[in-house]
Structure formats: C-alpha cells, structure tokens
C-alpha cells in the first residue's frame, strides 16, 4: 500500500507516476510506446523494471520490492 511509481522514458523524463492502492495495485493509463523503465519505491524498498510497450498494449506487471 501507497508505493509510489513513475514510469520514464529512455532519455529519463518522468511519463507518468501513480501511487498504489491499499492492496498494492496500481494502473496507468496513456502510457507512450517504446522503452520505459518503471521506478517503484516504498517503505519496504524499491524496485526498477524495463518494460517494453507497443501501441494498443495492454500489460500486468508483479514487481517484488527489495531493500533499499
């Protein structure tokens, strides 16, 4: 609960951020193709995942969190 997340291009722009909800979930929407990395960070640690998205995707990511 209340990870934060962003999401950023190659270059390093931040493109989108949200916060998990109270079961840990999250959504983002209007996500631009191409190579992103996700950020996730929380209480318990933090986590980086390169994800890869083509017009139309529609994808589910389980990030495990570890320490900092």
Known sequence: EGADLQVRSEDGQ???QARSDRRGEFELTDLP????????SCAQGSA??????????RQRQDVEIGPR
């Open 48 to 57: 980086s995942l390169p994800i890869e998205l083509r017009p139309g995707d």
């Open 33 to 40: 193709p191409g190579r992103l990395r996700l950020l996730v």
């Open 14 to 16: 931040t493109v989108a």
